[in-house]
């Protein structure tokens, strides 16, 4: 494995910003700073984007308000020979727990449930973070970053799960599914916050780093 | 913050490379096939180049390229519950929230799980390909393997894959359950994209982009 270093500065990593260089967020390529657009791939070049937290928490909250009608209303509506069931989340996975199937229950509690109120706190969490200073470290809030980037995604599974059923399960008078209002919003809620996620800057964990190091004890290593 | 080097160097941006995720700036050292470069801050990989990825890539979007199509038109599952018989395709599970507004989530699920991987792999190929036979890159190769980076995240087959798996449990008490051909199709459509997002090292194809005739 290679490290990266700049020349004779082994210990210390410095900020392109300090640098007075730009780095296009798309490509990776280094401008000088000031430069208005990338040359090789065309994306606008912000040093640190001061718009990337308001985004994210207009996102966060529309992500958060479409979660309250996910849970509210049915996720999926069985019909079967004499009876129309509708189950919202959680109920849906209430009654799979009673009967008997324990680790599916958990796994859609998990997925739907769990992951979403976790990924609204870590978002939320790290936006905070960055205005204030933050006794986590700047790698596991990175870490944690990378994390909500990465599983956001896995939310939407709930949504297939029921486009799965309800087209599979359509036996005429036996039985049928079909989907609930709740699918819509839950959709629109992990959309929102795979959004809010992706607008924010994770540049902006580290500059908290050096202004606290310039402030505070001067060199402290951050080498592992 | 202010080194010596930061002055006098005045940063040849070219022998410079920057972490995308932390703002970092290190020295460009190439790392050879088979080596990775982390930015040391935030350990993300910035550098992961491998011996013929280019073909890898291009032999594994073929293969992608004709499982979706494969995948989309052939029974995918099967159910059987007393006599009344149902097989569906993955369009129509896409297309399973018909009515009202929920069309847009049909749209939208169809787009996840099928178009933006499908449109994906085209546009791999159509970046790629040229670069690998050492031509000229194509025309507005670089938009497009902008426009197939930003759709990343977007494209869902593996997740609707694990979703199969759920649904699967939930159906199996109330009925049997047959698997398509388009079932296996899709299991090995997973493997794939997975592999190739691994093979692929981005920083790579924007060098060889932008220096088609050193690549």
Sequence with gaps: ?224 | MKDSVTTDSQLDLDKVIVCPQCDAVFQLVRPQHGERAKCQRCHKVLIAPRRNAGLHIIAVALSVLFLIIGAAIFPFLTIDAAGNKNAVSILDAALAFSGGPMIILSLATAALIILFPLFRVLLTLYVLVPVVLDRPPARHAIRAFRLSEAMRPWSMAEIFAIGCAVALVKVADLAHVGFGPAFWMFGILVVLVIAQDSFMCKWSVWNSLEHPKRS
């Design chain 1, 1 to 224: 494995m290679v490290c990266m270093e700049l020349s004779g500065t082994p210990k210390k990593i410095v900020s392109a910003r300090d640098l007075g260089i730009v780095a296009c967020s798309r490509c990776s390529k280094a401008w000088p700073l000031g430069t208005q657009t990338c040359a090789r791939c065309g994306h606008a070049l912000v040093s640190r984007d001061p718009m990337s937290l308001q985004r994210v928490w207009a996102y966060w909250v529309m992500g958060l308000i479409c979660y309250v009608p996910a849970n509210l209303f049915p996720m999926l509506q069985t019909r079967t020979l004499f009876q129309v069931d509708e189950s919202t989340i959680i109920g849906g996975a209430v009654e799979l727990a009673h009967h008997g199937n324990l680790g599916i229950a958990a796994i859609i509690i998990f997925a739907s449930v769990v992951i979403p109120l976790g990924k609204f706190w870590a978002v939320a969490f790290l936006a905070l973070s960055v205005k204030n200073r933050s006794m986590v470290s700047k790698n596991m809030r990175q870490f944690l970053y990378e994390v909500v980037e990465y599983i956001g995604r896995w939310s939407m599974i709930d949504i297939f799960v029921v486009a799965i059923l309800s087209s599979l399960v359509q036996l005429k008078a036996l039985a049928a599914i079909n989907p609930g209002t709740a699918a819509m919003f839950f959709a629109l809620s992990v959309i929102f916050t795979m959004l809010s996620a992706q607008a924010f800057d994770s540049r902006l964990i580290w500059d908290v780093q050096a202004k606290d190091k310039s402030a505070g004890d001067g060199g402290a290593e951050i080498n592992e």
